[in-house]
T-cell receptor, first 116, second 116 residues
Framework: NAGVTQTPKFQVLKTGQSMTLQCAQDMNHNSMYWYRQDPGMGLRLIYYSASEGTTDKGEVPNGYNVSRLNKREFSLRLESAAPSQTSVYFC???????????????FGDGTRLSIL | AQKVTQAQTEISVVEKEDVTLDCVYETRDTTYYLFWYKQPPSGELVFLIRRNSFDEQNEISGRYSWNFQKSTSSFNFTITASQVVDSAVYFCALSDDPTGANNLFFGTGTRLTVIP
């Protein structure tokens, strides 16, 4: 059972380059999320998708776009990367709000992105 | 507005000592959920506990215990007889959704170092 899988694990970009981070979950979850984690800060929500076909902005959406390709996959795109977007990016998924679960969001292992 | 404060940025203890990680939260919601996550040096996020606002019972799981006090808006985490493997960054988080969905707010984390 893979859970949430993120690719790539590491990436270095030059300013202005574009990049898509991939995320896939195999738990049949409806909701998926993208977070960024910066030094000394907690995770901040970039975008989320409550269900296939819907996406919504989180706390820090500027400079990013997302696509909920299907129920399993939720990608994050940087159209023109900037040094301020150097961060660790986490994808997560969760069951519907109606469903009770001991474990809320399931997180991937993160993508370490450096923009020079 | 929701907010989570982890005032302790870094804590160092000697192995076998007890340590308490503080978490203070702010919310206007009457129904909310609190979480603790562990992020070991390998970088993944490990779910530890979820507590809802109607359940103020303290919880113990092995060497871990949690003290939820609505009167002081605190949800503190104690590790008893700390071990080197406990070294990690610990995040407290708040949500008004049981799955910790779109509006999951993280504190800035406390880095715990357990010295052998």
């Amino acid at each position: 059972n893979a859970g949430v899988t993120q690719t790539p694990k590491f990436q270095v970009l030059k300013t202005g380059q574009s990049m898509t981070l991939q995320c896939a979950q195999d738990m049949n979850h409806n909701s998926m999320y993208w977070y960024r984690q910066d030094p000394g800060m907690g995770l901040r929500l970039i975008y989320y998708s409550a269900s296939e076909g819907t996406t919504d902005k989180g706390e820090v959406p500027n400079g990013y776009n997302v696509s909920r390709l299907n129920k399993r996959e939720f990608s994050l795109r940087l159209e023109s990367a900037a040094p301020s977007q150097t961060s660790v990016y986490f994808c997560a998924s969760s069951e519907d709000r109606i469903t009770y679960s001991n474990q809320p969001q399931h997180f991937g292992d993160g993508t370490r992105l450096s923009i020079l | 507005a929701q907010k989570v404060t982890q005032a302790q940025t870094e804590i160092s203890v000697v192995e076998k000592e007890d340590v308490t990680l503080d978490c203070v939260y702010e919310t206007r919601d009457t129904t909310y959920y609190l979480f603790w996550y562990k992020q070991p040096p390998s970088g993944e996020l490990v779910f530890l506990i979820r507590r809802n606002s109607f359940d103020e019972q303290n919880e113990i799981s092995g060497r871990y215990s949690w003290n939820f006090q609505k009167s002081t808006s605190s949800f503190n985490f104690t590790i008893t007889a700390s071990q080197v493997v406990d070294s990690a960054v610990y995040f407290c988080a708040l949500s008004d959704d049981p799955t910790g969905a779109n509006n999951l707010f993280f504190g800035t984390g406390t880095r715990l170092t357990v010295i052998p």
